[in-house]
T-cell receptor
Framework: GQNIDQPTEMTATEGAIVQINCTYQ??????LFWYQQHAGEAPTFLSY??LDGLEEKGRFSSFLSRSKGYSYLLLKELQMKDSASYLC??????????WGAGTKLIIKP | DAEITQSPRHKITETGRQVTLACHQT?????MFWYRQDLGHGLRLIHY???????NKGEVSDGYSVSRSNTEDLPLTLESAASSQTSVYFC????????????FGEGSRLTVL
């Protein structure tokens, strides 16, 4: 079956670095997305990886290893506004999106 | 600026009533989607459309219907609301192309009593 695993909740300190892991099993693979969702708001796009390696975009980076079925989202220089849920999403061979339940990130001063 | 809007943002209804949630986008996107989001679950796809007059069922389509008569709108109808349909509903749109990012509306919180 198709499955995405990511931690339910993580806590980090303002100014620090945090890594949110995601492992997946899908029927075929056409890429992996990360979305950010603040409480009570809509998800917003952060990144898309289809090839192995690290994609850097400002304070956020996303890594993919297709052979391991593994991705992580790295957030540097954490700010209070980074408190949100981070959704790992894969795309299967039929280009259907499979959404993880999300990791709630709590930032403490 | 282009946007995607949903209405109503909050609705309380009774079991058995018909409910329609509106979604309107000004991105001129061909692709539109309806998802529901429940605690402990990832977003689940209800229905989607790749263009005018095109509609497709998602993984949780039972009890829901959509129609696409123009590019801008994809209303979601609950034929006979059930308590299990209490949820937050998100409409989204994207450009053509399977790997395009999704742009979401603000969400509609529906409570079925």
């Amino acid at each position: 079956g198709q499955n995405i695993d990511q931690p339910t909740e993580m806590t980090a300190t303002e100014g620090a670095i945090v890594q949110i892991n995601c492992t997946y099993q899908t029927s075929g693979f056409n890429g992996l997305f990360w979305y950010q969702q603040h409480a009570g708001e809509a998800p917003t796009f952060l990144s898309y990886n289809v090839l192995d390696g690290l994609e850097e975009k400002g304070r956020f980076s996303s890594f993919l290893s297709r052979s391991k079925g593994y991705s992580y989202l790295l957030l540097k220089e954490l700010q209070m506004k980074d408190s949100a849920s981070y959704l790992c999403v894969t795309m299967d061979s039929n280009y259907q999106l499979i959404w993880g339940a999300g990791t709630k990130l709590i930032i403490k001063p | 600026d282009a946007e995607i809007t949903q209405s109503p943002r909050h609705k309380i209804t009774e079991t058995g009533r018909q409910v329609t949630l509106a979604c309107h986008q000004t991105w001129n996107h061909n692709n539109m989607f309806w998802y529901r989001q429940d605690l402990g679950h990832g977003l689940r796809l209800i229905h989607y459309s790749y263009g005018v007059q095109d509609t497709n069922k998602g993984e949780v389509s039972d009890g829901y219907s959509v129609s696409r008569s123009n590019t801008e709108d994809l209303p979601l109808t609950l034929e006979s609301a059930a308590s299990s349909q209490t949820s937050v509903y998100f409409c989204a749109s994207s450009e053509s192309g399977e790997t395009a990012e999704l742009f979401f509306g603000e969400g509609s919180r529906l409570t079925v009593l």
